[in-house]
């Protein structure tokens, strides 16, 4: 009989604040008193926090995109559209659309080869622009939810991009005076990237129609006002570059450079941001600062350029223009003044502006260590700044730090009722509800190493790499002792005893310490009064040829293990600590193991990528597996069987069958090293901790799982990374064949014509499972309509023949052929129907054309059957023109197709109509002009006409 199993799955993740992505600032719903939402990424799944109660209000993840675990993948960039949508971008090149009030994926886009660096979205909310790190931009339609194109000309990854509104000019009054008219759309689009080059992109044209060399080296910023026309850009030093952006000019000078400021900080300036008051700039930058720059009005310029003339006349300098002294109201350093420069406690990852006051300004700011800070900035009064040090002050508002934790994750404890999870990193201890994954305490600690609840789970023990033991008490929130120097060095492992009484730890000491708890009375200073305080009393020591890199008791109290920097492990003796077998064969230290519950099997995880089972009657070594692709950080039995787990800093968790010696299931979802490991006492769950601050929970369901099934959907999944990797080479398919799409690709196109237009698709596994089914789809209502040909020829001859047997799922659906293929035609994603097509071969293209014919003398969903069409048409023009079989099948198709599109046209034309008549009707109930009254009266007198008498009597 097959055994089977029961299936791990991913139930939670918490202790993200925020991982690598952008943060985007939204004003509260309904709360005015409120900090405001912001919305950042937390690894895979989008989180929206409130900033002044620092609780989480929603978490958006829609699972894989391919329905395989190999598609979960990091959320790094974020961008919204006036707090209604939100569009994140991933590390694998997918853009995912949000409804921001309801939470729900609206549409989802796959054109990108690596991951979203920038996303923007138009003033309207109807285009959204991609930059990705494969150096593409991509415009997809937010209305049609499909790529319009692909611009392909900068040489490095994008970091910004932004929409720009032309201006026509219009004359107004009788006298010809001339006055300018925004644009009703955003035609333009300003890019920048680390190939250190500003470009300026016609949308109208598809081309990049300016380039300029931003910076010597990579360009890692950019910022752009629509108020007054200027960009800033930042490089890898301090300078900071500023472009005036007049569309109007002719080509080559749309874009002029006029001017440079230097920074305080040293670093490069990551993010640069415009409030929306264009009064304030924001940059962050790299190391722990941001600098926020004021923007004088034209009033505060003049008098300070005047009052520096002055100056520097009275010293006797020359200030014509052109010399040396020269200062000019255009002067970039005349209009932008630092104004502030925040120091933050570690290094800025993302900025945004919040609410602005009279009195202050907001701004928001995410760092590298998990936490989000926000801070309030005075306001100027009457353009004047704090007198202290010539800059405004700021402090320190709300902060979001205690749902996780600042460094990596590097020990976790499980409590005995599974009720609570201990968490312990570099200067922090965190005790959290498994249930609403809560975090109930934290405490301050050293940097951690190891940590683990002791029986009755109201005290935690951790080991620190100060060598250190440190016992926190969970109810009073306190520390009760630290025994400093337990072991000179680092404390690397620990272990309790299941007698409860007995605690061992390991160091670099080379000893493995035996302690025990104790009551111990203590006299209150200063009283005569005792409390009764617990204690470590050290009990015994063993001391051992090397560094011991991990310590663990059987569970029947009998033998005692212990790893060594020399690659063994060495196993005593508990109660006379006699040596009793020594276990060797890995090739590097044995970093953690673990002992079944019944102590006869050791499982050992080595820093050379392979476990080893060991039987502890004889000492001999049952199985070495290679396990994981990096060095192995945590293994530990299930309780009551001999199936264990294992992790790897390869990002996986995997469970394994330790009688058989066979890989069960492989649990993805870590975006980094996994360094611990904890298993429920029940057996019900497992919970793993990751150098990227993430805590999840894997539990146990009651789905089966066979070994034979889940290695054929390895093979399966592992068949399908590598044909989505055929399509690499050739990603844009027969339209754009011969370009490629990738860095190398472009630096072997033609420099003479280096900018190129694509088409913004990708081929999925979703966009080929796609293009099967309408595959089988066709040659089913291929079948169909030769059968019913057949059977209508038949009828002639013979008026009795019976009908003919159809395909059973035509039969069961009681659907016509050309329905049915409708149908499913229909049900393909609007992003992926053009991918789709591309997989068809040209004798089901053939077939595809009968069918759109019938679609259109049926008028079926004629916008569908156009964009199929005019699709087909650009992939296989040549075939379709060479071909003589298609023509009678095309010229019925003009007639037809041109009649519906005419009656749709006519549709939209009343619709359109009839939306008008209802505005201009709401409008007249709804909404009241106020007039001069004497001045409507005199224009009504005088519009009205008088009566008049020839003749008048005296």
């Not at 955003?186 to 598809?206: F, P, R, V, Y």
């Not at 040659?779 to 009795?800: S, V």
Request: with cysteine.
């Amino acid at each position: 009989m097959v055994k089977s199993y029961l299936r791990f799955e991913q139930e939670s993740s918490f202790g993200v604040v925020s991982s690598k992505s952008n943060l985007v600032w939204l004003p509260p719903k309904s709360n005015t008193s409120s900090g405001g939402r912001v919305i950042v990424g937390g690894l895979e799944d989008v989180l929206t926090w409130d900033l002044k109660t620092a609780t989480l209000l929603s978490r958006w993840n829609e699972g894989s995109d391919n329905n395989s675990s190999h598609s979960i993948s990091e959320v790094t960039s974020v961008a919204e559209y006036q707090g209604q949508m939100v569009a994140t971008g991933y590390a694998n090149g997918v853009i995912k659309v949000w409804d921001s009030l309801s939470g729900s994926l609206v549409v989802s886009f796959n054109g990108h080869k690596s991951e979203v660096t920038v996303l923007k979205f138009d003033a309207t909310g109807t285009r959204l622009a991609s930059g990705s790190r494969d150096s593409n931009i991509i415009l997809w339609d937010l209305v049609g939810e499909v790529g319009l194109y692909r611009l392909r000309s900068h040489r490095d990854q994008i970091v910004a991009l932004d929409f720009l509104r032309g201006s026509s000019k219009i004359q107004t009054g009788e006298n010809g005076e001339e006055e300018e008219e925004l644009d009703e759309e955003e035609n333009w689009l300003l890019s920048t990237g680390k190939d250190g080059l500003i470009k300026l992109w016609d949308l109208e044209a598809q081309h990049c129609i300016e380039t300029h060399v931003a910076h010597r080296g990579e360009a890692w910023g950019m910022g752009f006002n629509s108020t007054h026309n200027i960009a800033i850009t930042s490089g890898s030093g301090q300078e900071l570059k500023f472009w005036s952006i007049n569309l109007n000019e002719t080509d080559g000078q749309r874009v002029k450079d006029i001017g440079v400021i230097n920074k305080q900080s040293p670093a490069r300036g990551h993010t640069i941001l415009f409030n929306k008051d264009n009064k304030h700039v924001a940059i962050a930058n790299a190391d722990k600062t941001v600098e926020v720059f004021r923007i004088r009005s034209a009033e505060e310029i003049k008098k300070s350029v005047a009052r520096k003339l002055k100056r520097r006349k009275e010293k006797g300098l020359n200030v014509e223009p052109g010399s040396e002294y020269a200062i000019s109201e255009d002067d970039v350093t005349e209009k932008f003044i630092l104004y502030t420069n925040i120091r933050l406690p570690a290094k800025v990852k993302s900025i945004d502006w919040t609410s602005s006051t009279a009195t202050h300004i907001g701004l928001v700011v995410s760092t590298i260590n998990n936490s989000i800070e926000t801070y309030t900035i005075s306001a100027p009064l009457n353009g004047k700044t704090s007198k202290s040090n010539g800059l405004a002050d700021y402090t320190r508002q709300y902060a979001i730090e205690l749902p996780g934790h600042r460094t990596d994750i590097r020990a976790l404890s499980i409590s005995s009722d599974d009720r609570m999870v201990a968490s312990a990193s570099n200067g922090s201890l965190k005790v959290w509800n498994i249930r609403n994954r809560n975090c109930i305490r934290t405490f301050e600690c050293g940097y951690a190493l190891c940590a683990s609840f002791l029986p009755g789970d109201a005290l935690i023990l951790v080991g620190t790499k100060e060598g250190h033991l440190s016992l926190y008490d969970v109810a009073s929130s306190s520390l009760i002792e630290t025994v400093e120097d337990a072991h000179p060095g680092s404390v690397w492992s620990l272990d309790v005893g299941s007698d409860g009484k007995t605690i061992v730890t390991c160091g670099s000491d080379k000893t493995v310490k035996f302690w025990e708890i104790k009551v111990a009375e203590e006299r209150v200073p200063g009283t005569s009064q005792k409390t009764i305080k617990m204690k470590l009393k050290h009990a015994r020591t063993l001391e051992l040829g090397d560094e011991v890199m991990s310590v663990k008791l059987s569970p029947d109290m009998k033998l005692i293990a212990a790893s060594l920097l020399d690659h063994t492990v060495k196993v005593f003796f508990t109660d006379t600590l006699k040596f009793f077998l020594s276990l060797y064969g890995h090739k590097m230290p044995v970093l953690t193991m673990d002992i079944s519950y019944d102590s006869k099997l050791l499982v050992t995880g080595s820093a050379d990528k392979n476990i080893k089972i060991w039987g502890l009657d004889f000492g001999d070594c049952h199985r070495s597996i290679f396990a994981h692709q990096d060095p192995i950080t945590g293994v530990a039995f299930e309780p009551e069987t001999h199936n264990l787990f294992s992790v790897g800093r390869d990002k996986m968790v995997k469970y394994w069958d330790g009688d058989k010696f066979e890989n069960i299931q492989k649990l993805e979802g870590h975006q980094s090293d996994v360094w611990s490991l904890a298993v429920a006492h029940s057996g019900d769950f497992i919970v793993t901790g990751s150098h990227d601050k993430s805590i999840r929970v894997w539990v146990r369901t009651d789905e089966p799982l066979f070994l034979e099934e889940e290695r054929e959907k390895e093979l399966e999944e592992l068949y399908e990374s590598n044909l989505t990797k055929s399509f690499d080479d050739d990603n844009l398919g027969p339209l754009q064949r011969g370009q490629g799409d990738d860095l190398e690709d472009s630096e072997m196109a033609n420099h003479d014509d280096e900018t190129h237009v694509a088409r913004a698709g990708k081929q999925t596994i979703e966009t080929l499972k796609a293009g099967e089914r309408l595959m089988e789809a066709l040659d089913i209502g291929k079948a169909d309509l030769e059968l019913q040909a057949e059977y209508q020829a038949t009828l002639k001859k013979n008026p009795k023949a019976a009908m003919p047997t159809r395909n059973v799922i035509l039969a069961a659906l009681n659907v016509s052929a050309e329905k049915y293929v409708m149908d499913v035609m229909a049900r393909i994603k609007a992003a992926q129907l053009e991918d789709a097509l591309l997989v068809l071969p040209f004798d089901k293209v053939i077939t595809l054309f009968v069918f759109i014919d019938k679609w259109a003398h049926h008028r079926w969903n004629i916008p569908l059957v156009s964009r199929v069409l005019s699709v087909a048409l650009k992939i296989h023009h040549k075939q379709i023109v060479a071909n003589q079989i298609m023509r009678p099948t095309l010229e019925s198709l003009r007639g037809a197709l041109r009649a519906g599109l005419e009656l749709h046209k006519n549709q939209i034309g009343y619709n359109i109509a009839g939306l008008k008549f209802l505005k201009q009707n709401w409008e007249l109930h709804h909404k009241k002009e106020f007039i001069d009254e004497k001045q409507q009266r005199e224009e009504e007198d005088r519009l009205t006409k008088k009566r008049t008498f020839t003749t008048a009597a005296v």
